[in-house]
């Protein structure tokens, strides 16, 4: 081996080890940088006063998505932890972000995409304006409203139009229960449909926290206290469970979202009490049983439903004998065929409620 060769090894060692110290670096740095970002965060999060300190800033959550863009190096949770944090904290400054047209179109899709996971109508209007300046993404709507790909919010240049009037026509919770009266109606609505799942917690045409509940009651404790900050971790913590041999096995970044043990592993429980009933759900689409299942408890339910601001989503408020009539109701197995179209209204095609929770045999 000619001196020069040699020369050229070291040389090119050297570089590596440069070029490796100092990913390692700032990958320490970021960490670092992160922490303490989400440490200020934390301690205003949990101050009851909100004096403890300042919320997240523009600045801050600008940061955050330069951490997040790190590449090799860094492998950090910041949309999960940021999403963790509460819309409280959370929304406003990716909101401000989103809305700062001197930024560039990445880093404002980024703060868009992580609002999706916020249960909160201002994320909506985030949406109408992105959709504004990108009339072909106007499919964006299926995340965060509860319709069809077929919708007509859906469709590029009228959608946006139309949506921003008629959402401003009435107050937020109930637009969003008329368009649950379309969708349940949807013939392209599955067994497993997010939106179903978000404001009426049904999955496969059941309760959801029923069905968990019956695998860990910690797991539906935990998803309570996430859905009262304002986001379901179902939704927010896919990149942590990927699907692998039928089980969801956590990955890391999880213990950076959950420093505390026991919320890490109730959200574990979480995941795998959902991944039991997805496989009941799948073997689920050979019938229509789900249907009719969902539509019964509607019909039934749809009069009591009202919205619950702690949850972000629909329960039923009634009194006691009727809640309790409807969860029986409920229980009852499918027996009958479900209807080509379900109506839900008073033209009698389906039951009424009153039919439905006490039948004349």
């Known amino acids: 081996m000619t001196r020069k060769i040699r020369r050229m090894i070291l040389a090119l060692a050297g570089s590596l080890a440069f070029a490796l110290g100092a990913g390692l670096l700032y990958m320490r740095v970021s960490a670092d940088r992160a922490g303490a970002i989400f440490r200020k965060a934390s301690a205003y999060r949990s101050s009851k006063a909100g004096t403890a300190a300042s919320p997240l800033t523009e600045s801050d959550v600008l940061e955050l998505y330069s951490i997040s863009q790190g590449g090799f190096f860094i492998h950090h949770p910041v949309e999960q932890r940021l999403i963790h944090l509460g819309k409280d904290v959370a929304l406003p400054p990716l909101i401000e972000l989103f809305d700062d047209n001197s930024q560039g179109a990445g880093v404002r899709y980024w703060a868009l995409r992580a609002m999706f996971s916020l249960n909160d109508p201002r994320v909506i209007q985030s949406c109408i304006k992105f959709v504004k300046l990108m009339p072909q993404a106007s499919t964006v709507f299926m995340v965060v409203l509860p319709v069809s790909p077929d919708s007509q919010y859906c469709q590029p240049g009228t959608g946006v139009a139309l949506l921003e009037k008629e959402i401003a026509d009435e107050p937020y919770p109930q637009f969003i229960l008329h368009l649950l009266d379309k969708r349940i109606q949807d013939k392209d609505l599955q067994a497993f449909d997010n939106g179903v799942m978000r404001w009426l917690n049904r999955y496969n045409g059941y309760d959801l926290d029923e069905r968990l509940g019956m695998a860990s009651a910690s797991a539906v404790a935990f998803r309570n206290a996430e ?132 039948p004349s045999n």
């Not at 408890?297 to 439903?305: D, E």
């Not at 601001?309 to 029986?328: G, K, M």
């Open 227 to 358: 859905l009262r900050r304002g986001y379901d971790p179902l939704m927010a913590y896919w990149a942590f469970f990927p699907q692998m041999n039928n089980n969801y096995v956590p990955k890391g970044g999880l213990a950076e979202v959950f420093p505390n043990p026991d919320e890490r592993e109730a959200c574990k429980k979480l995941f795998a009490a959902y991944k039991a009933e997805e496989v009941v759900a799948q073997h689920s689409l050979i019938s229509d049983a789900w249907r009719e299942r969902l539509t019964r408890w509607y019909t039934a339910a749809r009069p009591y439903l009202k919205w619950d601001p702690s949850l972000c989503r629909f329960t039923v408020q009634a009194d006691e004998h009727i809640v309790n009539r409807i969860r029986e109701l409920d229980r009852m197995p499918v027996t009958a065929p479900p209807p080509s179209t379900p109506q839900l209204d008073s033209t009698g095609t389906a039951p009424s409620p009153t039919d439905l929770l006490y």
